[in-house]
């Protein structure tokens, strides 16, 4: 089992020794064409090399914490039009930095994804939102390949939610547009509002599934358990991979620090339970995620890797849930 985390590197501090940056498209746009290209040029350098020393971080870190999903912004703007156009001049000057960051990440066995953000949408029932995903998509999976991934299934996760008017029917039709690669690297995952387990579950032979326990007890008020014939159906998707489950709890004050917690007896509606807390400061809910002995763990936490690490602390401690997490 491998615990990974989303983003942000933090050192002991709570700072970010490597951190990403971003520019707006109003800035962006504002400038002259060599001023847009001196700054997009500039800051995606910038990130990759930072992504680089994150990397070089966790290769010295036990294998079980060798798992990082990397921020969309690590081409700013690519997919705005203005930006694309200038990034076909510049991107083969970054060639090398894209492959040391896969060559160190497959050397060390680092499992790598990304997860476009929530306007990602491939069941829209509008035609031009879903253009824009399968941009989107075909941006990430353009990073991933620079990395010299998208070769095999599953060597790299790039992960959406199915929501949009259009469902399973919607997600499959421009599922069949994407290109091979980022069809080798696409998986779905349920959420909180919209789409149920069962929904997403319909994808299975498409792509495979991303089970979030935490978006499911949100929908359903219930806590589903390894032994759930459903987990069978996401194993299967993965096609002999390891799967993945995304692990988060509600915010501190919202559920108790020991036990389940039950929403209807809260008083609270759904949408309070969404965010995520700082720490996994509830040991039931931590002894549940790390039951699923037999899928790797992304720690969608707002402490990060610290508190990723702290789970990773507590579940040597316990002896929980294997052997997998001992140090190496």
């Not at 746009?29 to 966790?58: K, Y």
């Not at 421009?174 to 980022?182: M, Q, R, T």
Request: negative net charge; aromatic residues 10%.
């Amino acid at each position: 089992m491998k615990l990974g985390f989303a983003c942000k590197f933090l050192n002991a501090e709570l700072s970010q020794p490597f951190p990403f940056r971003a520019t707006t498209r109003k800035r962006f746009l504002g400038l002259n064409n060599q001023e847009r290209m001196a700054l997009i040029s500039e800051i995606s350098a910038f990130n990759l090399t930072n992504l680089l020393q994150v990397l070089r971080q966790l290769a010295l870190a036990p294998e079980a914490l060798r798992m990082m999903r990397i921020g969309s912004d690590l081409l700013p703007l690519y997919t705005v039009p203005e930006a694309t156009i200038l990034y076909h001049d510049f991107l083969p000057e970054l060639y090398p930095l894209f492959a040391e960051c896969g060559d160190i990440a497959r050397e060390h066995n680092i499992r790598l994804s990304f997860h476009p953000g929530q306007y990602t949408v491939l069941a829209s029932d509008n035609p031009l939102v879903v253009e824009r995903a399968i941009e989107d998509v075909e941006y990430h999976a353009l990073c991933a390949q620079l990395m010299g991934y998208g070769k095999h299934f599953q060597d790299f996760k790039i992960n959406i939610h199915m929501n949009g008017k259009l469902g399973f029917a919607g997600f499959s039709t421009a599922f069949a547009k994407l290109s091979p690669a980022a069809k080798r690297m696409l998986t779905v995952e349920n959420d909180e509002i919209s789409c149920s387990l069962d929904d997403v579950l319909q994808a299975a032979g498409l792509c495979p599934v991303v089970l979030d326990i935490h978006h499911h007890w949100v929908k359903e008020n219930t806590f589903i358990l390894p032994d759930d014939p459903r987990i069978a159906l996401i194993k299967a998707s993965w096609r002999g991979v390891t799967p993945v489950l995304h692990y988060s709890i509600s915010q501190e004050g919202l559920i108790p620090a020991q036990g389940f917690p039950d929403q209807t007896i809260s008083g609270l509606s759904k949408t309070k339970f969404r965010a995520h807390s700082d720490y996994y400061f509830n040991d039931t809910l931590n002894d549940w995620a790390l039951s699923f002995t037999e899928f790797d763990i992304m720690c969608e936490v707002k402490m990060k890797n610290i508190a990723r690490d702290r789970l990773y602390d507590y579940a040597r401690l316990h002896a929980l849930p294997s052997a997998a997490l001992a140090s190496r």
